[in-house]
């Protein structure tokens, strides 16, 4: 979260804004943990990729890429939309 919150400071010069959006990610993945299937399973995304155990949750413009089992939510990323996160879970 320190990278992102950085990366927004550096593009708005504002930490009112980097904060923010920060808060915002940190709820969302909050929210995770009461519902995990609140995001899209990848597969079901993307058709035909295989990727079954990936789920992506749209919070603002950062997509968090996680997993999930019967015990705990596992973050595994999470990157801007427009970045190519799809390739990065496949190699």
Do not use: C
């Amino acid at each position: 979260m320190d990278k992102i919150y950085e990366s927004v400071l550096d593009i708005s010069s504002s930490e009112k804004i980097a904060t923010n959006i920060v808060r915002k990610i940190v709820l969302d993945i909050e929210r995770l943990s009461f519902n995990p299937k609140i995001g899209r399973n990848l597969t079901n995304v993307f058709e035909g990729v295989e990727m079954t155990p990936y789920y992506r949750l749209i919070s603002g413009k950062h997509i968090v890429i996680y997993q999930f089992d019967d015990d705990a939510v596992y973050i595994v990323w999470v990157v801007r939309g427009d970045t190519d996160y799809i390739n990065r879970i496949m190699s």
